[in-house]
C-alpha cells in the first residue's frame, strides 16, 4: 500500500477544503480515514444516491493510491451505503422509501430496547459522559455546524446502545444504524425547528439521568419517528402522493 505525505497529513478536497478538520479521523488507520471522508462525502450529497463514484478521480482528489480507497469503499459496502458492481464499481447505495421506512421502525424498535436496559445497566461515569457529549452537541447547534452536530447526535445515541451491556442489540443497531447515516444526516439538514430536536435530546437525557426505561424508551422511538416524517415529506413527496 502506497501512502503519500498528504496521507499522513490529513485528506484534502479539490477546492483545498481540510475534510478531516475539526475531527478525530486522522488519527484512525489510514482505510478508516478514507471511509470516514467518503461516508460523509454520501451524507452529504458529494456523492448523490445512484451516482457512480470514480476510483481515479477520487483518489486523486484525497492523495491517495487506490489500495486503501477499495478498502474503504468495501467497508461502506459492508454499510450498505454502496454497492461494488461488476464492471460498473462502487454505486451509491438508493433505497426505496418503504425500505426506509421499513429501516426506521426496527431502529426504533432497537434504540427504544436499548433505552430499557441502559436505564437499568448505565454506569454513573458513562451517563455523565454523555451528559458532555450533549453539551458538545448544543456547542455546534450554536454554531450551526450541522455535520459536527450529526455525528455528535449519533454518537450519544451510539453511547445509549452501548451501555446497555446487551452485545447481540449493540452489533444489530451498528448495522441498521449504518444503513441509515445517510437518512438520519439529511433528516438534521431538513429540520426547519432545529431547536425541537435540541429540546427532545434534552428530555432523552433526562430520562436517562432519572433511570427511567420506559420514559427513555418511548422517546428514542418518538425520536426515530420524527425522522421517517421530515424524510418522506420532501425526499420522497412524490411517492407518498402516488400511494396514497
Not at 482505510?31 to 486523486?60: C, H, N, W, Y
Not at 454523555?130 to 450529526?150: C, G, N, P, Q, V
Not at 427532545?200 to 428514542?220: N, S, T, V, W
Request: charged fraction near 30%; glycine fraction near 4%.
Amino acid at each position: 500500500m502506497t501512502r503519500t505525505a498528504e496521507d499522513d497529513q490529513g485528506k484534502t478536497s479539490s477546492d483545498g477544503e481540510d475534510l478531516t478538520e475539526g475531527s478525530n479521523v486522522s488519527r484512525l488507520p489510514l482505510t478508516s480515514q478514507v471511509a470516514t471522508i467518503v461516508r460523509d462525502m454520501i451524507v452529504q450529497d458529494r456523492f448523490k444516491p445512484g451516482e457512480r463514484i470514480r476510483e481515479r478521480q477520487l483518489s486523486q482528489e484525497l492523495n491517495v493510491s487506490r489500495t486503501p480507497l477499495r478498502e474503504a469503499l468495501k467497508i461502506l459496502e459492508g454499510e450498505k451505503l454502496i454497492s461494488l458492481l461488476p464492471n460498473r464499481g462502487a454505486i451509491v447505495a438508493d433505497p426505496a422509501p418503504d425500505e426506509v421506512k421499513e429501516l426506521l421502525e426496527v431502529l426504533g424498535a432497537l434504540e427504544a430496547l436499548g433505552g430499557r436496559l441502559a436505564a437499568e445497566n448505565a454506569t454513573d461515569e458513562e451517563i455523565a459522559e454523555i451528559r458532555a457529549l450533549h453539551f458538545e452537541m448544543l456547542a455546534a447547534y450554536s454554531r450551526k455546524d450541522r455535520l459536527t452536530y450529526f455525528k455528535l447526535n449519533q454518537n450519544i445515541h451510539t453511547c445509549i446502545i452501548a451501555a446497555s451491556r446487551n452485545s447481540s442489540l449493540i452489533e444489530t443497531h451498528i448495522h441498521f444504524n449504518a444503513r441509515l447515516y445517510r437518512v438520519r444526516y439529511r433528516s438534521n439538514q431538513r429540520n426547519a425547528k432545529w431547536h425541537e430536536a435540541i429540546d427532545q435530546h434534552e428530555e432523552i437525557i433526562q430520562a436517562l439521568e432519572a433511570r427511567d426505561g420506559e420514559a427513555l424508551a418511548m422517546r428514542l422511538s418518538s425520536h426515530l419517528g420524527n425522522t421517517w416524517e421530515k424524510v418522506s415529506a420532501e425526499d420522497y413527496a412524490d411517492h407518498m402522493s402516488e400511494n396514497s
